[in-house]
């Protein structure tokens, strides 16, 4: 199905008992066409953190937590976003046993709209930490060119130092749009770099140019992802994605080329 059938930018109304057919998958192929010879496009996780969850106990009392979702970038499908927030409103007036019935209600219910295994991490109301970004900062910096939708030339090389780094950059002015709705999405992406040292005014520079470009959040990351393997060659590569929260939803996806790369999931202040 296309993201058009969906519910997404629709007025509709919140279900109030158990739905779990109001889930609606994505296919990442038709994104992933132009990527198809990036093999790590596929070697990730899409994080989300869902702030309003609540369910019954087996007497009848409401419950609360927020919930950490764990969506494997090899995923067949995404999920997308207002379906799941219907999905999780559907359970506020389920009954569940236990914490872990509920748990596995809702692994299995998301892991059958991704086509692939799905965890979920449940957190008291207040056990969520808000992390510090770790890395270089490039916000202060001033590009050489702008540019109003992503374009991979931007990114260069420092031609003033030829050795090899390893370092992690970040930067707070990552905007793109819904592609449905239009809306703006906002978000702190995080670039983990092994190479030659990249310019990190084109890098700013390529991050802003998302500014106006329509685009699902795991889609601006692995391309992001594609286009900084095949312009900058790196040995390996992190994209970490933060985005903001919206509808009590906030997707995180992180792609990697090496494994041994995949940060922790954080929380960031803003989110």
Not at 10 to 22: L, S, W
Not at 26 to 50: F, K, L
Not at 141 to 169: C, F, G, K, M, Y
Not at 192 to 221: D, M, T
Request: proline letters at 6%.
């Amino acid at each position: 199905m296309s993201v058009e059938q969906s519910l997404l930018g629709k007025d509709t109304n919140y279900p109030t008992e158990y739905q779990p057919d109001v889930l609606f998958p994505i296919s990442r192929a038709p994104a992933r066409e132009q990527y198809a010879h990036v093999d790590a496009i596929q070697q990730g996780t899409d994080w989300w953190h869902v702030f309003e969850i609540s369910w019954l106990n087996s007497a009848g009392v409401p419950q609360v937590a927020i919930g950490r979702i764990s969506l494997p970038a090899s995923s067949p499908n995404l999920i997308e976003s207002k379906s799941l927030k219907l999905y999780f409103n559907s359970l506020n007036f389920a009954k569940f046993e236990s914490q872990a019935d509920f748990i596995t209600t809702v692994e299995k219910d998301l892991s059958a709209a991704a086509g692939a295994e799905i965890t979920l991490d449940l957190f008291q109301v207040d056990d969520l930490e808000v992390a510090k970004p770790e890395g270089i900062c490039i916000d202060e910096l001033i590009p050489e060119r702008l540019e109003n939708h992503p374009d991979a030339s931007l990114l260069a090389l420092d031609a003033n130092h030829t050795e090899e780094v390893e370092i992690q950059l970040y930067s707070h002015l990552l905007r793109s749009n819904c592609p449905v709705t239009g809306q703006p999405d906002w978000g702190t992406v995080f670039i983990r770099y092994q190479g030659k040292k990249p310019c990190y005014k084109s890098i700013l520079a390529y991050i802003i140019s998302y500014r106006q470009h329509n685009g699902f959040h795991e889609q601006c990351v692995e391309q992001m992802f594609a286009d900084l393997w095949q312009q900058l060659k790196p040995e390996k590569l992190m994209v970490y994605a933060t985005y903001t929260r919206r509808g009590g939803l906030d997707i995180n996806p992180c792609r990697v080329s090496d494994l041994t790369w995949m940060p922790r999931p954080i929380r960031l202040a803003r989110q």
